[in-house]
């Protein structure tokens, strides 16, 4: 893959981020360009073998100059939490970034949701990024300060067939903010970023219909967003340019 940036290289040479879900679809493109930029990237999610390699194709590529390592994590799970941010500063010495992107849902309508269906995506999208937060305070930012990441959806209006995972994403927003104002004094920058509808291969595998072809239909831009741009737009947040934003959404193209 040709990773391209418009930031200037080595802009995250010497950093360290952790990136959930950094093996697939959004999460791999922010990786990426992280890694390119120079930072070292610990990916993380639950299945091992596959982040393994995940890791591995990404290294081969000449453009990366950053190490990504896979770290197994099962978000849901404190002590895995614990464990992740435990490992990072051990082995790296310090965590500068968590983009918390791990996640998940299914379509469903609403009065078919299971409890089980529900309190999964709930204990995904919202504790799980929950855990990830406090435990990368207590591990390392609550006294060197850092920023967070947390990638939500395009959940503004509602969010059809998925109220679980609008009720979760709109409650990490909410999160963000009071983290924010908890954790601005010390040193600690947290944002949301709600994607617009973007395309890529995992999210189309994960869907048993074409959600994408309608979607183009309504986007104002008439096309779909691609991961690369909400890479960008986290690169930026990451950086020393975003120094002063802290407790914001910030959002690709909106189509709601
Ligand atoms: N991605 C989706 N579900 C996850 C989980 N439970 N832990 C880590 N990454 C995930």
Redesign the pocket.
Known sequence: MNITSVFKPDLFTGKVAIV??GGTGIGAAITQELAHLGCDVVI???KEQRLKEAADQMNANPNIKGRITAIA????QEEQVKNLMQSVVKEFGKIDFLVNN???QFQCPAENISMKGWSAVID?NLT?TFLCCQHAFREWMGANGGVIINIVVDMWRGFVFMSHSGAARSAVDNLTKTLALEWADKGIRINSVAPGTIYSETAAANYPTDVFSASREVQPTGRLGTPEEVAALVCFILSPAAAFMTGIFASTCSHS
Do not use: H, P, Q
Request: glycine letters at 36%; proline letters at 0%.
């Open positions: 959930t879900g993380a999610s639950r994590c099962n978000i849901r791990g996640g998940g995904t799980g």
